[in-house]
């Protein structure tokens, strides 16, 4: 194998110094420019594995060296070198498509973790295997858009958004944009945000050294020490506490955790990808999420499309979940009948994929042979009972009765504990996750 080759951009003698001589002990050969114009004459002439460039140059800036590459060297990841403290300038070029930042001064322990992630990046596929390649099913425009930026994304180290409805796939996109990047062998570590008690939040993220309270019996690492490496995914990130919003904040930005009951920081090189069904912004502006912290997530977004954007694709999705749910309980797949898959197609899954695969396996145990019919699904009816003349005591049609008596409850509860989800459940009596489940269904957000 040839010896891959490093372009270094930056109009500073000594730091050129600095970042050849750790390249070159890195296994790298390495070639300098110290001008916008000298980067790109070199990028047209030679194809390179990795650049890294500042961000100030003599005659431009480096976000000109970043855009270059994008559109004429997708296979070359570009890192831009910003100085200490400037967020806007490291988001700007996560935007135009860096594969990473390094703040000044230049760590030389970050420098190395962005070079290794940077070198070992798969390279493109063509459109066709990566479509065949994945396990986001179906052709419609709205999820072609999807396959095709997770390709992107998986190429680059800037935090990604994940939005959508409950079900729609978050987790999943998220997945295989970490299986597709540089970071594909190190961890996926998923953390449901909203399910973690406030008082465990920071030991639980960072970790704690034995002593550091009751019960810690032995230092123990957190989400970001067990992501090291890899990628950190938080999902409904919006229910994160203010409180630990900032300590998020610090971690993202310095790149370093401390545990607690610790005196010092450790450093930690994750990949922060992020998914709520909430309206982040709209939590932006009720103050419930900081905006430092939003804009250091939300810098590049991915919206996943509902079921009901994709309707004709139900068909292909549902015949593929009924082959993994044979699979797993060792089974010959089961059909849909004609009537069935019409009546899928015209359903409106508020729950999405997931509640597509809950009415499946519910079909699968209640159908009398392999072939599941329209009754078997046993669908919610929709917009049946525009007919029936309300009561004015408010009590029929009897499932819209249910739903507010049900909603007051809820509300109640989370209003006697602030709106802690965890503590609501408990008071209601039910668990945390079909709590999750009623609010969703009763769109309580």
Known sequence: MTTPTALIVDDEADILELLELTLLRMGLDVERAMTVKEALTRLQTKNYQLCLTDMRLPDGVGLEVVKYIGSHCPDTPVAVITAYGSTENAVEAL??????????????????AVV???????????TKQSVEDSTLLGDSAAIKHVRSLIEKLARSQAPVYITGESGSGKELAARLIHEKGGRHDKPFVPVNCGAIPENLMESEFFGYKKGAFTGADQDRDGFFQAANGGTLFLDEVADLPLVMQVKLLR???????????ANQEDPVDIRIISATHQNLA??????????DLYYRLNVIELRMPSLREMSDDVPSIAKAILVR????????ASELM?????????YDFPGNVRELENILERALALCGDSKISEEDLYLT???????????????????DYLDRVEKEAIMEALEKTRYNKTAAAKLLGITFRALRYRLDRLGID
């Open 325 to 332: 749910l044979a699979k797993e309980i060792g089974v010959a």
């Open 251 to 261: 971690a993202i930005q310095e790149k370093k955790v401390r545990k607690v009951g």
């Open 95 to 112: 935007k135009s498509g860096a594969f990473d930042y390094i703040s000044k001064p230049v760590s030389l322990e970050q420098l190395r």
């Open 338 to 346: 004609p009537e069935a898959v019409a009546a899928l197609k015209k």
């Open 381 to 399: 009816p929709q917009a049946e009972t525009t007919s029936i003349a309300p009561d004015p005591n408010g009590k029929w049609p009897l499932p």
């Open 116 to 126: 290794k992630s940077a070198i070992s990046l798969p390279e493109t596929k063509s």
């Open 282 to 291: 709209a939590c932006v502006e009720s103050g419930k999420f900081r905006q």
